[in-house]
């Protein structure tokens, strides 16, 4: 059962001002972007949020992927490419080159040996053997994430912030088009902003 909060209201204390020549220049902007934007196969009214790939911790049993985490728990390598190109490129005592191949790696020893692997968690087994700790297995589930606090009025500022901060997301991070289901007042005003002639404003009706 839904819960709710009680409402205490407050005086509107917000400072109003005239209508301005850039207000309806940026509402009929606006409009142009809403009226022509597409609606990725989904119903008005629109709103665009972010969506990504989250990976978090699984059991065996429940996982998508294994990964190398270091010491500090960081994922490093989401695949067997990847942890031999870690290997490879990072100074962990005993190791001293790791090449990858034809869905397998060789990973080559400070004293000469050379192993073979063919996924992440036999190697990182193959290195315990040997005595290097540095890496451990970590059983990842994958799954799509809707980013909180994300919301847009166009697939355009979505996409605008994304090329701005983009660093703040994952790689796959992308504009992600929903409905507004049952939100009589977003409608209504989403209505209002794509239908109004905004260079020929006048009153009509009663209020």
């Not at 629109?46 to 059991?59: C, N, V």
């Not at 315990?128 to 355009?156: C, E, Y």
């Not at 701005?164 to 790689?171: I, K, V």
């Amino acid at each position: 059962m839904a819960k709710f909060q009680e409402r205490v209201y407050h005086d509107d204390a917000t400072e109003k001002h005239i209508l301005t020549v850039e207000d309806i220049l940026f509402l009929t902007e606006l409009q142009k972007e809403l009226n022509t934007q597409p609606n990725m196969g989904n119903a008005d009214p629109l709103y665009w949020g972010i969506a990504q790939t989250r990976e978090t911790p699984a059991s065996p049993d429940y996982a998508d992927i294994v990964a190398a985490a270091n010491t500090d728990g960081a994922i490093v390598a989401r695949d067997l490419k990847e942890l031999a190109e870690y290997l490879d490129e990072s100074n962990i005592d005993g190791v001293s080159g790791c090449q990858y191949f034809n869905k397998s790696c060789t990973i080559k020893f400070s004293d000469g040996d050379t192993v073979s692997a063919y996924s992440v968690s036999d190697l990182i087994e193959i290195l315990h053997n040997a005595g290097i700790t540095d890496l451990t297995a970590q059983p990842m589930s994958r799954g799509t994430q809707i980013v909180t606090d994300a919301l847009f009025i166009t697939h355009k500022d979505c996409e605008e912030h994304l090329e701005q901060y983009g660093y703040n997301y994952e790689q796959d991070a992308h504009a992600y088009a929903m409905t507004a289901i049952r939100s009589p007042r977003y409608e209504k005003l989403i209505r209002i902003l794509r239908t109004v002639d905004w260079s020929k404003l006048t009153i009509s009706g009663t209020i």
